[in-house]
């Protein structure tokens, strides 16, 4: 009797005992959270309501049960942000919602939305001064867009097949692994390939002629092959992963647009599709500034027959892409192997030309 009793009280305290490292555990690791998210506030400077606060998902939006959440999955609306912004008769057709539903949705979608927060100018000018510029191997082409490929930016390069895209990123991720007094970054690169163009021998041509040794060139450039949009949008996720112990200062995309283009056909697709590039390239943007790296994707042309003046083509993933780029290069072929790259648009500098050349070497005047 005597032993039954102290056996039971043995196996209570082991009980209590347990419960209680439970709630020690619980409480280090909540508080683990906190500082990392405040940490992460600190660095990006801006001011962040609840940041602590998990984040809420669709599936938190009142009157959303799993099936209305599936539907808005499917039109694409994996975001809070993207709900809050949308009216309700739009919402309605894309995601095959009343529009009812739609408008109570849209409106919680308001209230549980992070909208973001203000950062003052000189913090943005700090940032800005972090800014690094990459060399092309073109005097006239670094010079085109004021001194190279700046960092925290995502410069799409569109023109049609041939005109170079693939070329300019070979060279930018050589270049990348230059240190920073021949115009470098002396970092790593990340190369994301959609349409199993990247070349090895390539690298090697384009590093021994800039005195590199390729075989180091080659060790610090990560290269994986995007077999759908899915999967090159999940390669994203792990270059966020892989980059806590990479230093990685370039993202090559190439091409940024041809699973999209291939995988979501007709105007009935339209809406998801561009909702997905536009959540890829804010993934993207993301990396950029985090990493003060840069942000290269390539996107081919669509022929516009009924265009009678001008240039008659036009970038895919219209103005998604055109808007999250922060520089648009348009590339054409001209004679003699020559290139003619046009700024199209960017937030600081004048539209203009310069005129570059493909060699064996690479890029070059
Ligand atoms: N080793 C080399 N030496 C000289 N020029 C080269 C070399 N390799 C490629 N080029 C030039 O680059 C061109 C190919 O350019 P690139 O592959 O960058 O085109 P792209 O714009 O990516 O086209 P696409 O839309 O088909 O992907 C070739 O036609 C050739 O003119
Ligand atoms: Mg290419």
């Known amino acids: 009797m005597y032993y039954t009793f102290n056996y039971a009280k ?19 690791r909540e508080m683990a959270k906190k500082i990392a998210s405040e940490k992460l506030d600190e660095e990006d400077g801006s001011i962040v309501i609840d940041a602590d606060e998990e984040q809420a998902t669709i599936d938190d939006l009142p009157g959303v049960g799993p099936a209305t959440a599936e539907k808005l999955r499917e039109a694409g609306f994996e975001e809070l942000l993207a709900i809050a912004v949308m009216s309700p008769n739009e919402l309605a057709e894309q995601a095959e919602l009343g529009e009812a539903v739609s408008s109570k949705i849209i409106q919680g979608a308001k209230k549980m939305a992070n909208i973001g927060g203000f950062v003052s100018g000189n913090k943005l000018l700090e940032r800005r001064k972090e800014v690094q510029k990459l060399t092309s191997g073109s ?9 190279g490929f700046e ?20 060279q930018l991720a050589v270049n990348t692994i230059l240190p920073s007094e021949q115009g470098g970054f002396d970092g790593e690169i990340f190369y994301i390939d959609t349409e199993d163009t990247f070349r090895p021998e390539r690298i090697a041509q384009m590093a021994e002629a800039v005195g590199l040794d390729s075989s180091v060139v080659l060790d610090r450039i990560h290269v994986a092959r995007a077999y759908n949009s899915a999967h090159q949008m999940l390669l994203v996720d792990e270059i966020k992963k892989l980059s806590k112990n990479i230093d990685v200062k370039l993202i090559i995309v190439d091409s940024l647009t041809s ?63 055109g808007h999250a780029s922060t520089f648009r290069l348009y590339l054409r072929k001209s004679k003699g192997g020559r290139r003619i790259a046009r700024l199209v648009d960017s937030p600081n500098l004048p539209e203009g030309e310069a005129v570059f050349t493909v060699t064996a070497e690479g890029l070059r005047d």
């Open 10 to 28: 043995g196996v209570l305290l082991l009980f209590i005992y347990r419960i209680a490292l439970r709630d020690i555990e619980r409480k280090v």
């Open 139 to 147: 005097a006239a082409l670094d010079e085109l867009l004021g001194g």
């Open 151 to 170: 960092t925290q930016a995502i410069v799409e390069v569109y023109g049609e097949f041939g005109s170079g895209k693939t070329q300019i990123g070979h």
């Open 259 to 321: 699973h999209f283009r291939a995988e979501y056909v007709g105007r009935g697709m339209l809406a998801t599709r561009q909702q997905k590039l536009n959540r890829h390239l804010k993934e993207l943007k993301q990396l950029s500034d985090v990493h003060n790296a840069l942000v290269l994707v390539t996107n081919q042309v669509m022929s516009k027959p009924d265009a009678m003046w001008g240039d008659p083509t036009k970038a895919i993933g219209g103005h998604i892409v």
